[in-house]
């Protein structure tokens, strides 16, 4: 059996929201090429429908064909953060043609990342006429709005706000209750149409907790409008000597009641 040849190449991660790709270049051709086996795996196809698809459906593999389809791969050989890895890989182009096929048949995932891929071109055009660019860490975020699925985790509260709660609340700074401090303190200040849209992307579940950290769901918008009200709420917090007294400082600094968010509750 003849050994089989892999094209040099090099690759880097890519990230559309949290689905993670090889973003693969062939050294001798510069082409940008995908791994066959992650962008089918990733809408949960089998890896080798590609393979059996002009035997199985010749009709679709016509009409795909007709749409751009070269069917062409290219065993190529890489590295990526230090690992080595051989993969078959397809042209991008050919990755658009199949996600945006599986798109049309009802495929979630599919559907999502043609949403993702759709409304990111459209951004980067507008970009590009006002000459803004985005970092790859914004990219990213922007993708997991599209996406509604959790932006990377990134710390929102410093160590000193964690400890001074945990002090003022007499509890472990990842105790429960303290959670819910963050709500009353924290996020009771984003606007309704913020709240709203936090509760459909991150439901609270029949545990009485949301699946996902509360700022992994906001939008950066959102996150910078609270970060001033966070430093302010560390500095009435470093003068409390209790919650109940955090409260009184809040009120008093703000004009509003700020409510007791435990009353009725029994939280060990």
């Not at 990733?42 to 890896?47: Q, T």
């Not at 798109?103 to 993702?116: E, P, S, V």
């Not at 997991?144 to 400890?163: D, G, H, N, Q, V």
Request: aromatic share 10%; charged share 25%; proline share 3%.
């Amino acid at each position: 059996m003849a050994k089989k040849n892999f094209a040099a190449a090099q690759a880097v991660e890519l990230y559309i929201g949290n689905y993670r790709f090889d973003a693969i270049r062939i050294v001798e051709t510069k082409e940008y090429r995908m791994s066959q086996n992650q962008i089918l795996s990733i809408i949960g196809i089998n890896r080798n429908w590609l393979i059996m698809l002009p035997l199985k459906s010749p009709k679709l593999n016509e009409k795909l064909t007709q749409q751009g389809l070269n069917h062409v791969t290219l065993s190529a050989e890489y590295t990526v953060n230090g690992v080595g890895t051989r993969a078959e890989t397809i042209s991008i182009n050919d990755v658009r043609i199949i996600w945006r096929y599986f798109d049309t048949k009802g495929n979630l995932q599919a559907q999502r990342l043609i949403d993702a891929l759709a409304e990111d071109s459209l951004t980067s055009r507008f970009n590009q006429v006002w000459g803004k660019q985005h970092t790859v860490e914004q990219r990213r975020i922007d993708d997991c709005r599209i996406l509604s699925t959790p932006c990377p985790w990134t710390k929102m509260f410093e160590t000193e706000f964690e400890e001074n709660l945990a002090r003022i609340s007499k509890l472990h700074k990842k105790h429960i209750k303290n959670g819910l401090y963050y709500w009353e303190f924290i996020y009771s200040w984003m606007t309704a149409e913020e709240k709203a849209k936090l509760d459909i992307v991150n439901p609270v579940l029949e545990n009485g907790r949301r699946k996902y950290k509360i700022h992994q769901m906001l939008s950066h918008e959102t996150k910078q409008r609270l970060s001033p009200h966070v430093t302010s709420v560390l500095i009435l917090m470093k003068s409390a000597n209790s919650v109940a007294e955090l409260r009184r400082l809040v009120q008093r600094q703000y004009g509003v009641e700020q409510p007791n968010l435990f009353d009725g509750w029994d939280v060990k």
